[in-house]
T-cell receptor, first 113, second 109 residues
């Protein structure tokens, strides 16, 4: 969905490097999410934010941190990248009701060597 | 651990055959959503089911939510090559939103 953008789209980095993935949305949604996708494991939630002052850990937050700079921006950082963080990362947004539809960005493919 | 499981993980069908993917949760869900991810793409919302036993149809796709609100299924009648992709269920419990492990569908022309 063009309303949710992610940068970069692809990234290759080395073990130990700090990496930041960025997400921006123009849907006016308060809720934003970061997921990683691995074959056979589906989409796993890393962090989510229900508004600018709210940050919550998901299933697999270890090794990651996030920053909600504004309603429209939610960035994911890997402080010291490791090879098993090689994955496809998706940002998503949703409205504030329970079970609101999630709108996904195009994804960032990250390779950690 | 993973709270929402899907089976099968992969399915290959001949064009025209039917396809079903099943979603099972370890906990009762408030609702269930289904998403489709085309190869190289991102998940896109298909539908949401909220009521126990609910059945909804979208053309050749039939979605069902179990009576206990712990399982769901997606059935595609007479698959077409445009149905290729990975289908995910996603359930809400409390404030958490859990995606299933996904079923990758390949349709052989």
């Amino acid at each position: 969905d063009a309303d949710v953008t992610q940068t970069p789209r692809n990234r290759i980095t080395k073990t130990g490097k700090r990496i930041m993935l960025e997400c921006s949305q123009t849907k006016g949604h308060d809720r934003m999410y970061w997921y990683r996708q691995d074959p056979g494991l589906g989409l796993r939630l890393i962090y989510y934010s229900f508004d600018v002052k709210d940050i919550n850990k998901g299933e697999i937050s270890d090794g990651y941190s996030v920053s909600r700079q504004a309603q429209a921006k939610f960035s994911l950082s890997l402080e010291s990248a490791i090879p098993n963080q090689t994955a496809l990362y998706f940002c998503a947004t949703s409205g504030t009701g329970r079970g609101e539809t999630q709108y996904f960005g195009p994804g960032t493919r990250l390779l950690v060597l | 651990g993973q709270q929402v499981m899907q089976i099968p993980q992969y399915q290959h069908v001949q064009e025209g055959e039917d396809f079903t993917t099943y979603c099972n949760s370890s906990t009762t869900l408030s609702n269930i959503q289904w998403y489709k991810q085309r190869p190289g793409g991102h998940p896109v919302f298909l539908i949401q089911l909220v009521k126990s036993g609910e059945v909804k149809k979208q053309k050749r796709l039939t979605f069902q939510f179990g009576e206990a609100k712990k399982n769901s299924s997606l059935h595609i009648t007479a698959t077409q090559t445009t149905d290729v992709g990975t289908y995910f269920c996603a359930g809400t419990t409390g404030n958490q939103f859990y995606f299933g492990t996904g079923t990758s569908l390949t349709v052989i022309p």
